[in-house]
């Protein structure tokens, strides 16, 4: 059975006019475009889509549009991270009502919680009725969904997936120890292979915004167990990738859609446009993803 978190979902950017307003008509083509190299789902207001810096009407419009303008066999899954989970809840209840799939939700992300706030905050979003992904995240929030941790929400019923971006690949093994029956998801663009390798059933990324074809090609490929195929390509794109896991990676994403002729776009603050020396390499590096000659 197919469930709206397997495939490559991509957490989409937010595209921003000039004067730092949301275009919309762009967002909506750039889901269509999405759907029609293959891309499996869409994930809006996550953390590449800068929704900490949305107005209440902008995130809440941005879920509409988007699920107004997926091709039919395309899911929806929006991100709902929020200090609080009476605010996630809400969030989660605004993604039902428009027609959403699933929500992706952080841990409280406002400090350090403990393991029982993490549950209760799991407690509210579950309680929208949506089946919930649940994104760990610790470099960002602080706080560290562990195997054990997972174990007990998914226990609970209160997640049936989770988005893993601790970089730890070993970490798979344990979930799959302690909870068999909760999906894990790459949440990396750089440990794509290696997750998927290991039982990974879809994956939440940044490049495909830039890079849909070769993305959803080593994608099946990582799931077929090609890697005669897949690994020469991840080599290829593995630089590219690896601004996914950095603290720059929306600016390095919405550069790489421009330089692979899509619109990005600039980010609102507190991001501020890559230094030079940043600029080139993210250049560089998209070169060589999209194969182009003149990149050593």
Known sequence: MTKPWNGVLV?????????????????Q?????????????????????EYQTLTEEE??????????????????????????????????????EVGADAVMSLPPNAYAAAPA??????????????????????????????????AELHGQGLIQAVKEFSGDVRR????HELAPGLDVLAGADDVLLELVSQGAVGWIAGFPNALPEQSVRLYNLCVDGNLAEALPLYRQVHAAYRWDSRPLFVQAIKLGMELAGRYGGPCRPPRLPLAPELHAQVTADMKKALGEPDVQ
């Open 11 to 27: 957490a989409i950017a937010t595209p921003f006019r000039e004067d730092l307003s949301i275009d919309y008509d762009r967002l």
């Open 29 to 49: 083509e750039h889901v269509a475009w999405l759907g029609a190299n293959g891309c499996h789902g869409i994930v809006p207001n996550g953390s590449l889509g």
């Open 59 to 96: 995130r809440a419009r941005v879920v509409t549009a988007v699920v107004e303008a997926v091709p039919d066999d395309v899911t929806v899954v929006p991100g709902v991270g929020a200090y609080g989970g009476h605010q996630a809840r809400r969030w989660a209840e605004q993604a039902a």
């Open 117 to 150: 706030e993490v549950v209760a905050h799991y407690e509210q979003v579950a309680a929208a009725g949506l089946p919930v992904v649940a994104y760990n995240n610790p470099f960002d929030t602080k706080v560290d969904l562990t195997p054990e941790l997972l």
């Open 172 to 175: 798979v093994h344990r979930i």
